[in-house]
């Protein structure tokens, strides 16, 4: 052992010595770059102060600057140019291109001085997202309906390139699936012929959106069976809290792809999901039933494991107000009646949800009776009405009224003076 180590010891030596001064002249370089005795730089261009929701839709240059002296000590890779954005408006400006002093140096000149860049507005918009499968399962698979978890995403760019969105897309491969697959993909977005959406620098990613990526479910079933989507439904156990009750239910998604031979989907049309328990409740909450808790009838099945979200929206209990004094109007009314004496005043009684109730006035409710066809003298009426959304007229009473003849123009007197007067006819 002491041989072998001992063996060709010198050439060893030597070999860690130049290893060891190899590795010290490396780490003694870094990533620094010092400047040259009057250079000429070629800098990177950027901004300082972008207004908010701006993006900067010209692709920015490379700036050259002539200098005059010398400073060791300056790293290059800390050097650069920039334009001062402050104020700017969305369109085309030019800026002025400047570079910060640099100790011991003079810079001679900035090439180019000037830059026009264009400003746009950044906006967003909710895109629904498509997914694409592409290629074929085993042999004898197929593909089912594709979920997409979230189905429309937030996207985010400047206005310019947001209107040639045409599509939020995902790809997935299913070729040689035996099994369902379920996988995240990134968005892409793609313009009405189909081609991708670049900005002004195709290495700067111009849009976005939150998220940036979705989850893909594709069912992968035997080709033998057919698939058939049903609505979902669900139901509540318990007693809400005093004062509360149940608004709405809604089961997310609204529905689920089943598969299964076609006699047994045929007489499956709806799957009610289970009830969930309420006692007690005051406040809207959402319920997670798994579809492992869901029992599907003999031969149906899903495509994959999911979860249905039940939405119970709670609120107040509906309740009654009684308005008083609110004004009647008489409708088609004959030319030749008129009222005996003006409509009364009535009180109504109507019914809706507090929130709407504490909101609501007289002025809002329009009553009326209709004379069409009417004679004159006495009679009782059917109050018609109309009320805001959300408002259930309970009560409202019967109106009596009289109508009469218009009184006949009053005749006019006799005037001896007036020779045209029937009582003054010349004599002849």
């Avoid at 997670?288 to 107040?316: A, N, Q």
């Amino acid at each position: 052992m002491k041989e072998m180590i001992q063996r060709n010891l010198g050439y060893k030596t030597i070999s860690l010595v130049l290893a060891i001064l190899f590795w010290l002249w490396v780490t003694s370089q870094g990533n620094s770059q010092t400047l040259d005795r009057d250079p000429t730089l070629t800098l990177s261009l950027i901004t300082k102060n972008t207004p908010a929701n701006s993006m900067i839709m010209t692709k920015l240059p490379s700036v050259r600057v002539k200098t005059e002296g010398y400073n060791p000590s300056i790293n290059v890779n800390e050097l650069f140019a920039y334009v001062d954005l402050s104020g700017s408006e969305p369109g085309e400006h030019d800026y002025e291109v400047k570079v910060d002093p640099i100790p011991n140096i003079k810079i001679v000149e900035i090439s180019p001085r000037v830059v026009t860049l264009q400003l746009d507005t950044v906006e967003e918009r909710m895109l629904p997202v498509t997914v694409e499968v592409s290629g074929t399962p085993a042999n004898g698979k197929k593909a089912g309906e594709t979920i997409v978890k979230p189905s429309e995403v937030n996207v985010r760019g400047p206005s310019s390139l947001l209107g040639e969105v045409d599509k939020v897309l995902v790809e997935v491969s299913v070729a040689g699936a035996n099994e369902t697959l379920q996988v995240s993909r990134p968005l892409l977005f793609r313009d009405k012929n189909g081609l991708a959406i670049f900005g002004p620098d195709p290495s700067v990613e111009t849009i976005t959106s939150s998220p940036t990526s979705v989850d893909i479910i594709v069912p992968i079933v035997a080709k033998e069976l057919e698939s058939k989507r049903v609505p979902l439904n669900a139901t509540t156990t318990g007693t809400p809290a005093e004062g509360r009750e149940v608004r709405s239910i809604q089961v997310v998604p609204n529905g689920v792809q089943v598969y299964g031979e076609p006699e047994a989907l045929a007489q499956f049309n709806a799957l009610t999901i289970g009830s969930v328990d309420i006692n007690g409740l005051s406040e809207t909450r959402t319920y997670e039933i798994s579809s492992d808790k869901v029992s599907l009838p003999e031969g149906l099945s899903y495509g994959s494991r999911t979860t249905f979200s039940v939405i119970v929206e709670m609120g107040s209990t509906i309740q009654d107000k009684t308005l008083y004094d609110l004004s009647i109007e008489l409708k088609n009314l004959p030319g030749d009646l008129v009222l005996e004496k003006p409509l009364p005043a009535i009180s109504v009684t109507v019914r809706a949800y507090p929130e709407i109730l504490n909101s609501l006035t007289k002025e809002q409710i329009s009553l009326w009776i209709d004379a069409v066809g009417k004679t004159a003298g006495e009679h009782t009426a059917k109050v018609y009405w109309h009320l805001p959304a959300g408002v259930e007229m309970i009560s409202v009473p019967d109106i009596t009224y009289t109508l009469k003849a218009k009184d006949d123009p009053p005749e006019e007197p006799e005037n001896p003076g007036n020779p045209s007067s029937p009582g003054n006819k010349p004599v002849v």
